[in-house]
């Protein structure tokens, strides 16, 4: 796998643990409990959208080699 292949391969991963954070937050959202946890995982889902927002950006992406 190249460096590019990877570094996309990291984003994707963490585009899912996103998704992931998100439908708990919807949940625990639509059954009005928890309130402190989804306070929480907001923050979390936020740090997670900015580093895969981050990742993508062009100056991100690994320099060199084959596609």
């Known amino acids: 796998m190249t460096a590019l292949e990877q570094h996309i391969q990291n ?3 963490r585009a899912c643990q996103l998704v ?6 919807a ?3 639509n059954e009005g409990i928890a309130e402190n946890a989804v306070t929480a995982l ?3 889902a ?3 959208a900015r580093e895969v927002n ?3 950006d062009s100056a991100a992406l690994p320099k060199g080699g084959a596609a």
């Open 42 to 44: 907001i923050h979390v």
């Open 20 to 25: 992931g954070v998100l439908e708990a937050i």
């Open 11 to 13: 984003q994707q991963n």
């Open 54 to 56: 981050d990742g993508l």
């Open 46 to 48: 936020l740090d997670i």
């Open 27 to 29: 949940t625990l959202d």
